[in-house]
T-cell receptor, first 114, second 114 residues
Framework: DSGVTQTPKHLITATGQRVTLRCSPR?????VYWYQQSLDQGLQFLIQ???????AKGNILERFSAQQFPDLHSELNLSSLELGDSALYFC?????????????FGNGTRLTVT | AQKITQTQPGMFVQEKEAVTLDCTYD???????LFWYKQPSSGEMIFLIY????DQQNATEGRYSLNFQKARKSANLVISASQLGDSAMYFC???????????WGAGTKLIIKP
């Protein structure tokens, strides 16, 4: 158990809808990361927060947004969903925001857009 | 530019044999960390082992060890006495001390044969 909690585990929704994915980092970790992994693909970095502030942005679509709250949990909002958004969405956390601290991943949210 | 290369898209290994998964990297930052992750078919991303660029000894964690050759910029993962449960995708990743983003390799799919 990595200590990172993601909810829900599975989500099935229709095109055009909006969903919210939630993540609680490991105790003591200040940085939260969001990744997208499509079928048989590598990890696509979306966005990183450190202690409530955005620190790095990757290939995140404008339809997607995220935030990290004062209690350090994070939410990833996906709107105007398209079939191509179907993927496994990972949250990860680390102690530091950069450098050598490893990322610990949650079990992911599997999103299916129909 | 930072880059991670995993040259083996897939590998078949006989159970109980040792296996080496290759990873080469490119960076101009003298301080960086190298990470290996395992992703079984169930989907979770499991942190395996970490090597710092200034670490004098190769990292080891149980059956996992890292063959770190700094001059060659390689950080190969060695799994001793492979088990059927080692069948998974394995990702190599790097992060520079000065950087927020973790750079990922494309992964190697390891299949252990009984």
């Amino acid at each position: 158990d990595s200590g990172v909690t993601q909810t829900p585990k599975h989500l099935i929704t229709a095109t055009g809808q909006r969903v919210t994915l939630r993540c609680s980092p490991r105790s003591g970790d200040l940085s939260v990361y969001w990744y997208q992994q499509s079928l048989d693909q590598g990890l696509q970095f979306l966005i990183q927060y450190y202690n409530g502030e955005e620190r790095a942005k990757g290939n995140i679509l404008e339809r997607f947004s995220a935030q990290q709250f004062p209690d350090l949990h994070s939410e990833l909002n996906l709107s105007s969903l398209e079939l191509g958004d179907s993927a496994l969405y990972f949250c990860a956390s680390s102690v530091g925001g950069r450098g050598k601290s490893p990322l610990h991943f949650g079990n992911g949210t599997r999103l299916t857009v129909t | 530019a930072q880059k991670i290369t995993q040259t083996q898209p897939g590998m078949f290994v006989q159970e109980k044999e040792a296996v080496t998964l290759d990873c080469t990297y490119d960076t101009s930052d003298p301080s960086y960390g190298l990470f290996w992750y395992k992703q079984p078919s169930s989907g979770e991303m499991i942190f395996l082992i970490y090597q710092g660029s200034y670490d004098q000894q190769n990292a080891t964690e149980g059956r996992y060890s890292l063959n770190f050759q700094k001059a060659r910029k390689s950080a190969n993962l060695v799994i001793s006495a492979s088990q059927l449960g080692d069948s998974a995708m394995y990702f190599c990743a790097m992060r520079e001390e000065s950087n927020y983003q973790l750079i990922w390799g494309a992964g190697t799919k390891l299949i252990i044969k009984p």
